[in-house]
Nanobody, 125 residues
Framework: QVQVVESGGDLVQAGGSLRLSCTVSGLSSGNYGMGWFRQAPGKEREGVSCISATGQSTVYADSVKGRFTISKDHAKMTLFLQMDSLKDEDTSMYYC??????????????????WGQGTQVTVSS
């Protein structure tokens, strides 16, 4: 049985930092890339960043480039998202997902078949 569990969401002031973590069990790390997605109330879920199975290839949404860093512990099938210089508009539920070996532009969510329940990030100004 596949389990995807996110953690690290919190309330933080604008300009601050957070680090999200995601652990996946039941999948082989070498066969799956992973990604972070977010969904604010009333909006569609969007790709934030995704990474290849080996961790060598990454894709970022334009809105987070230069502020967020995705990384993957290949051996442990654990995903991280370091979020710096947070803005009000980063407030969302953040989801982790496992999907294709190699990330595609925009991290299309239909390619990701295994999802977590999400962790809330709230940025206050």
């Amino acid at each position: 049985q596949v389990q995807v569990v996110e953690s690290g969401g919190d309330l933080v002031q604008a300009g601050g930092s957070l680090r999200l973590s995601c652990t996946v069990s039941g999948l082989s790390s070498g066969n799956y890339g992973m990604g972070w997605f977010r969904q604010a109330p009333g909006k569609e879920r969007e790709g934030v960043s995704c990474i290849s199975a080996t961790g060598q290839s990454t894709v970022y949404a334009d809105s987070v480039k230069g502020r967020f860093t995705i990384s993957k512990d290949h051996a442990k099938m654990t995903l991280f998202l370091q979020m710096d210089s947070l803005k009000d508009e980063d407030t969302s539920m953040y989801y982790c997902a496992a999907g294709p070996r190699y990330p595609e532009y925009g991290c299309p969510r239909y390619l990701y078949g295994y999802w977590g329940q999400g962790t809330q990030v709230t940025v206050s100004s």
